[in-house]
């Protein structure tokens, strides 16, 4: 699709089985150019498409853009199970990309990115990367004033091929200037080199780096370093190039994050966590009970008894919201996931609407359910009679989310549900009938 001089929007389109030209031709370089989408001097805006089965294409595999009137915006969309994108999935002078996902997309070739390395302004924020394999961010090598800033992304099960998340240039100008901020994003078992590698292929030309990064989480990432005890969150990074690096948490002990007092403000030591679940409310269920990423019962929200995470960030640069659109507070949580809210004096949220009991009525002989979306604790739940009397004790784990409780023994009545837990009472009504 060839845009001039227009606005367009796509909204709820499917774009499948579209495939580019994997290598450039000098001679007809238009073929090599935006398998989905290219637009020049144009503004262009993607909203909830679906993009999957793409092969490759050199440059921009969804949008090649230049000399645009506005960023190319997505948001709301899925890129899936699609090939190469040697010079970017999005190739345009300014990116903005929000509650999205990518998921299965690459394999092992030599260039293969999601953002361009040509891109002067990028914001991601808001999206998952998973199971990807090859795909990275990378920055130009002779582009001046780049401005970079990722927050709100879960990295999760991504196997970078021996690269790094975010790819610093190979600077062939003397001193460029690029900004880079990485915050409130949490990396959980990923293959790479590094998370940032701000590389250079000379020390004669250079590239003069602000590089911020606060509030992040790196657990169970594997490093393909060949040994070495480079750290596979950062690499290459000089203190002159930081701006500010705090409050971040990581699991290797070895991680200039920690052992580095340059970069120390405020690091979060994790090396000694071996349950994933004392950190994270269902780790082992990502897309949580309703299996979609970007709602709130994501299983990498902080679990509420986390204290490394819960709280722990600093308010430098951190989002107003997080990946579900929760709000931070003053104080947020490290992580792309809000902390699940403990509940206090001060906390709008009433104690008895943090627990959801349906259905109500509840049929006699079928089975009552209860919402924890909180993972409060919670060791029994009580059935009272309207006389007081205890007619039902349930046992339950900690924090258990998401509770059922077999009522086939009850006779038709109103009945009161008291669940003690850490924070006091919580008594709600329900009535069983036929």
Not at 156 to 174: E, H, I, P, R
Not at 192 to 220: G, P, R
Request: one cysteine or more; charged letters at 20%.
């Amino acid at each position: 699709m060839l845009i001039h001089n227009s606005t367009v929007t796509f909204d709820g389109l499917t774009f499948q089985y579209v495939e580019g030209e994997g290598t450039l031709d000098n001679d007809r370089e238009d073929k090599a150019k935006g398998a989905f989408i290219t637009a020049n001097r144009s503004a262009v805006t993607v909203n909830n498409c679906l993009f999957q089965y793409g092969k490759e294409a050199f440059y921009g595999m969804i949008v090649y853009a230049r000399n645009e009137t506005a960023p190319v915006q997505i948001s709301n969309s899925v890129i899936r199970k699609s090939g190469d994108a040697t010079e970017g999935y999005f190739n345009a002078e300014s990116v903005i990309i929000d509650r999205s996902i990518f998921q299965e997309l690459g394999n092992e070739k030599e260039g293969n990115l999601i953002i361009s390395a040509d891109v002067l302004n990028a914001e991601f924020s808001n999206s998952v990367m998973y199971n990807n394999t090859g795909i990275r961010i990378g920055a130009a090598s002779i582009v001046n004033d780049i401005n970079h800033t990722y927050r709100n992304l879960l990295v999760l099960d991504n196997d970078f091929s021996s690269k790094s998340f975010y790819v610093g240039g190979n600077s062939f100008a003397n001193n460029l200037s690029w900004s880079i901020s990485l915050i409130n994003s949490t990396f959980i078992n990923n293959t790479y080199e590094a998370c940032v590698d701000l590389t250079e292929s000379t020390s004669i030309f250079k590239a003069n780096y602000a590089f911020t990064m606060h509030n992040n989480v790196f657990y169970n990432n594997k490093t393909t370093n060949e040994g070495t005890t480079i750290s596979p969150e950062l690499k290459n990074v000089a203190q002159e190039d930081v701006v500010s690096i705090s409050n971040n948490a990581t699991d290797k002990s070895d991680s200039v994050l920690l052992t580095d007092t340059n970069f120390n403000t405020g690091a979060v030591d994790l090396s000694a966590i071996t349950d994933l679940t004392t950190l994270f409310v269902s780790p082992d269920n990502p897309k949580g009970a309703d299996n979609e990423w970007l709602t709130s019962d994501d299983g990498f929200v902080p679990d509420k008894g986390s204290t490394l995470l819960i709280e722990a960030g600093t308010a430098t640069g951190a989002p107003t919201k997080d990946i579900i659109g929760a709000t931070r507070p003053a104080i947020p949580s490290l992580g792309a996931y809000e902390g699940a809210p403990v509940l206090r004096i001060g906390r709008t949220k009433k104690l008895e609407d943090s627990l959801e009991i349906y259905p109500n009525p509840v049929v006699k002989g079928s089975t009552l359910y209860i919402n924890n979306p909180n993972a409060l604790t919670l060791h029994t739940i009580e059935i009272h009679d309207l006389t007081g009397r205890l007619v039902k004790t349930v046992a339950l784990e900690d924090r258990s989310t998401h509770i059922t409780i077999d009522i086939s023994s009850l006779a038709n009545a109103t009945y009161t549900v008291r669940i003690p837990n850490e924070h006091g009472n919580i008594s709600k009504k329900i009535i069983i009938n036929n």
